[in-house]
DNA sequence: ACCTGAACACCGTTCAAGT
DNA sequence: ACCTGAACACCGTTCAAGT
């Protein structure tokens, strides 16, 4: 009654209520995916989680091992998505490791897109091993993406080759892309206004005089060509691995 | 004297102490800085920040405009020392736009590697218009980069296209290469340990047996070979922008 | 077995009050 | 003009106590 954070699921559901799902790791973790989804993730605290659970912050203890397991724990279930979608989408073991990889890129850049909140979260924790590089970072993807690419003809060498630049490519480009979407939906988190002039685009009230290229340019700069540029450079990367293959 | 995080400095420097520079917003900006190298992010605090400068947490809000605005500062800070090596090492203005990427490709990757804990916030921190892309996010590195690449031969269309491949190409690259310095220097922040047996190199504690091809990899995926690997990438999207511009 | 009340240490932030 | 004490609302987390 005070935040309004919480008014989506108001009633506490007294103990006849009919559809309550008892507490579980499972379900603390998809109430947290979906509350970082509609709030940001800024605003993901046990206290707020627990109420959204119509349960207090401290019964989530017992299913979850602390706040940092809590976020190892999303993490870990957006990237077995991924390993659903291989299983269910993508039976056919003939395709080509080209083929492979469009999938896996179009995979990530769904959760990307789907999850733009959580994404950075993805980005920026420290895997399990140092040598584990976001966005694919869990054992059975990697291995996946190892046996996959060594089957069709890559070697060890090559194989952690194009391993490190592509997940580099998923990084750098996802993002960005995430980060533009996250902007509208993660709420202010701003340095506290200090009564300047009002103006309703608040975004735009920087000074670009100064900047001339950037002016004149600032059109074109703010056209979305996410989707293109992805393509693309996923094909150029493809190209690059394959003179590395056949070299 | 409880936490083990502040023997650094210890005497708040008593009114007669001699070197104590007067608070203000650059000193308060630099010391966090130097704070989250040393502790990593999550220890920066404003109580902490204080107690570092000798002052007590609420002084730190007549020249910061709470703690988002700190953070900002701090960004904002970094990418200006881009700009410092811009005007004092790279006074020559003959050089091609490929010298002049390669200079700025490796200026940033200074920055990553010196201050590998504050790379993270320069990455996802949403900047202050929606099309600037970290890590290229002040608009005077954009403007140079906007007027040096313009006045050899880069159309609008081109240089804007250019931008965003330059900015995910560094992104995605030195992100993970800031991970993987950051993961030593940044302190645990470790879900809790539940009493597991203790293994003295905690990290290794996976269990690889049912990825085998990880497995019989680790050595070659624990190699490092960041500094060959950026200079390859740059390389092929130079390669890349110059098959735009002469095409 | 599962949840909670009360407590603790620590946050960010405000503001009247001190010098 | 600059700093602080005290206070407030909010955190994460623990643990004995309730049912």
Do not use: C
């Not at 077995?80 to 269910?88: C, I, K, S, T, Y």
Request: proline share 6%; hydrophobic share 40%; no cysteine.
């Amino acid at each position: 009654m005070s935040s309004d954070v919480e008014a989506d699921r108001g009633e506490p559901a007294g103990p006849g209520a009919s559809g309550r799902r008892p507490l579980s790791r499972e379900l603390i973790i998809e109430t947290a995916i979906d509350f970082v989804d509609r709030h940001g993730l800024t605003a993901l605290t046990m206290r707020r989680l627990g109420k959204q659970l119509g349960v207090e912050a401290m019964s989530l203890y017992r299913y979850v091992n602390g706040r940092e397991d809590l976020l190892e724990g999303i993490v870990d279930r957006m990237v077995a998505e991924l390993q659903l979608h291989r299983d269910h989408e993508n039976p056919d073991a003939t395709i080509g490791w080209q083929a492979y990889l469009q999938w896996l890129a179009h995979a990530v850049r769904g959760l990307a897109r789907e999850h733009p909140n959580l994404f950075p979260l993805i980005a920026t924790r420290h895997p399990a091993a140092p040598w584990l590089r976001p966005p694919l970072r869990s054992l059975r993807v990697v291995e996946d993406f190892f046996d996959t690419l060594i089957s069709r003809g890559f070697s060890d060498t090559r194989v952690v080759l194009a391993y490190r630049s592509f997940s580099s490519f998923l990084l750098g480009y996802l993002l960005l892309e995430a980060s533009v979407l996250g902007a509208r939906s993660s709420p202010p988190e701003e340095p506290l206004d200090e009564g300047d002039s009002h103006v309703p685009n608040a975004d735009q009230n920087l000074d670009l005089a100064p900047f001339p290229h950037v002016r004149r340019l600032e059109e074109q700069l703010s056209e979305d060509h996410a989707g293109a540029e992805f393509e693309q450079a996923l094909e150029d990367l493809l190209d690059r691995l394959d003179r590395f293959i056949t070299e």
